[in-house]
């Protein structure tokens, strides 16, 4: 009996644990005059914007295959003073790269845009470069590795 509900308690603990993992949200101000709440639930990306009484509601499906965790980061990724957000989780094949998707702060519509790098269909192992204003991530021609280099636009 003991080891019954041993098993039980692992058993609910490792649910808890994959529920978790699968599930995060974050809140915080694009802009000042802004409210946004992005939210990860299972496949689905969910986020909404409040200004000026004006509300906007989206769901974008991750097409994740496996039962990986996500992750919501939030930063400037175009370099124009308003905040934006990046959605990370492992790839599905080996688990070796970073996947992001980037959802850029439109301060015309005053809600999120997804943008994609120049190169590739998404930003792998992205880097970051405040100095230069760009993002750097990985593509692959074929099977080799190669570095592609985004400079966002700023949207308006």
Request: include cysteine.
């Given at each position: 009996?003991q080891?019954?509900g ?23 101000n ?5 409210s946004?709440?992005?939210?990860t ?8 914007t ?10 974008v ?6 039962n990986?965790s ?59 470069d405040?100095a230069r204003?760009?993002?750097i991530?990985t ?18």
């Amino acid at each position: 009996m003991q080891m019954l509900g041993r098993f039980f308690l692992c058993f609910v603990t490792a649910l808890k644990c994959q529920y978790s993992s699968a599930h995060e949200k974050r809140e915080f101000n694009p802009i000042p005059m802004a409210s946004a709440m992005v939210m990860t639930n299972n496949q689905m990306l969910e986020f909404k914007t409040a200004s000026f009484g004006k509300t906007n509601h989206h769901v974008v499906p991750l097409e994740i295959i496996t039962n990986t965790s996500t992750h919501i980061k939030v930063g400037d990724y175009n370099f124009d003073g308003a905040l934006d957000f990046c959605i990370s989780y492992v790839d599905e094949g080996k688990r070796t790269y970073t996947i992001n998707r980037i959802f850029i702060f439109s301060k015309s519509t005053m809600t999120f845009e997804e943008i994609f790098p120049n190169c590739g269909d998404e930003f792998i192992n992205l880097k970051v470069d405040v100095a230069r204003r760009r993002l750097i991530s990985t593509y692959f021609l074929g099977n080799v590795a190669m570095r592609c280099s985004t400079k966002p636009r700023v949207k308006s």
